[in-house]
């Protein structure tokens, strides 16, 4: 966890955008996980995998602030899905999906 720390205030000492990377696994590590982010000064959190976000709630992602939703993203359904979490974006190697667009709401 330190190396990750220390690679996020380099990146952000460079004025790069950064991004961390969080595996959730089970509801017990959500308050763990949110309070190492909100220590760390990263930009974004990307969240993975986007299955289980979608069972624990917009409620409890929302500590997490902006946040990536990630692994597993197969179709624009989970990507609307994801976004209606409270996604600002998804990552997927999907490459069918990187041109997909939002329909207007």
Known sequence: MLASLQVIQQGAALGLRTVRKVFLTDRSNLPRSSSSVASGGADLVQLMPWPVLAHVGSARLAPFGSFI???????CDSIEQAMDLGAVGVS???TELWDYTRPDR
């Open 69 to 75: 939703a990630g692994g597993f993203v197969a179709d």
């Open 92 to 94: 997927t190697s999907d």
